[in-house]
């Protein structure tokens, strides 16, 4: 479990308990997931006693109900939660010195708070690092989660395909997917907002959707994804709307070949680097890397972005059971924008991606 892993890592680091407080974190470790807003919700995990969850009392009983079988402690709105931490810490342990923290999560205040509680502590480690790595790596169950995740996206591309038409507002697009992932798959909510982009608009990779309409001739890019089980789907399509242009067929194409030679060069023992060349050459050589603007990929888990990163500058060795994207784009600023994503897992010899949905440019006949 990996849970177990983290208190290693504590009792190897020198810590003598992690205050987590991410609820992405708190998730991953506990199989209980919770939005807190602005209440206090934190796993405390100590090197030699019993973690806990701590959280506000109207949470306690779905967190006893969850997957989390360890101790959950509650705390009325009227109470001070700082407070209860520290008397259920001290219950545990008199070892309370070292805290590690996380460094990109915890708030200032929120560490203020509680140090105020134990004012000879040090609060100088941080255990987000370690977490990140251990992340990097999934387990069968999480890889089927992530599958489970991919499926839904292709349902969803076929909804957007089948939404276009002559006027219909990328909003409108975006809609429809929404809407049928949640009446036909159950889907909660989706990893990211649903963009769709006609045209001109697909030049700004993370613009919209908007109230701009769909016209003849245009391309349209789809980036969507959902959350399945407590794990992201994130995945690209470009089709065309009606015939398209020499120039849109090629740097469609382009953006095709340059995604097709980075899924076959991912394999254990390539570098997150080197396969953002594989793809990058492609597109240079093409005429157009100028035009392709970031990353290769990032990795996909829990979060729709998290590690390893794709780019130019992490020479991290890719290993066997790393997640992430693989998205080659092409934006022409006031013409037309590509980008082709799928993320997948590295296998033992290679790469087997979560998306299907067929990457022939799809040219969909015009409609009123
Ligand atoms: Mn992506």
């Known amino acids: 479990m990996n849970l177990d892993k983290l208190q290693q890592w504590l009792q190897d680091s020198n810590n003598d308990l992690a205050y987590i407080s991410n609820p992405i974190t708190i998730s991953y470790f506990t199989g209980y997931s919770m939005e807190p807003h602005e209440r206090i919700f934190a796993l405390i995990v100590l090197k030699d006693a019993e973690p806990f969850i701590f959280c506000p009392a109207l949470n306690v009983e779905e967190a006893k109900a969850s997957a989390w079988d360890g101790d959950v402690i509650g705390y009325l709105d009227s109470e001070n939660p700082w407070n209860i931490i520290a008397t259920n810490v001290k219950k545990r ?106 045209g001109k608009n697909a030049a700004n990779p993370h613009l919209g959707p908007t109230m701009n309409t769909v016209q003849p001739n ?54 997150a680097e080197e396969l953002d060349s594989v793809a990058r050459d492609i597109i240079t050589k093409a005429g157009y890397g100028e035009y392709f603007i970031h990353r290769l990929g990032h990795g ?57 949905t067929d990457k022939d440019l799809k040219v969909l006949p015009l409609k009123d």
């Open 218 to 271: 245009e391309l349209v890019l789809f980036d969507l994804g959902t959350m399945h089980d407590g794990y992201a789907s994130d995945s690209s399509r470009t089709v065309a709307y009606g015939e398209p242009t020499a120039k849109q067929r090629e740097i469609y194409e382009v953006d095709r070949e340059a995604q097709q030679a980075a899924i076959e060069a991912a394999k254990p023992g390539i570098t």
């Open 93 to 198: 342990t008199h070892d309370t010195h070292n805290w590690a923290i996380e460094k990109d999560d915890l708030s200032v205040a929120h560490y203020q708070l509680l140090r105020g509680e134990f004012p000879n502590a040090s609060f100088t480690n941080d255990v987000s690092p370690f977490i990140e790595k251990l992340r990097l790596y999934k387990t069968p169950e999480e890889i089927k989660k992530l599958q489970g995740a991919g499926a839904e996206a292709d349902f969803a591309f076929k909804i957007g395909f089948d939404a276009i038409r002559t006027g219909v507002t990328e909003r409108s697009i975006a809609g429809q997917i929404d809407y049928q992932l949640k009446i036909q798959k159950g889907v909660m909510h989706e990893s990211f907002e649903t963009i769709v982009q006609a």
């Open 300 to 356: 996909i888990g829990k979060n729709v972005h998290e590690y390893p990163s794709i780019v130019q500058g992490n020479d991290l060795v890719l290993e066997e059971g790393m997640c992430f994207s693989i998205e080659p784009g092409i934006y022409i600023p006031g013409f037309a924008g590509v980008r082709i994503e799928d993320c997948g897992v590295v296998t033992k010899d290679g790469f087997e991606t979560f998306t299907h």
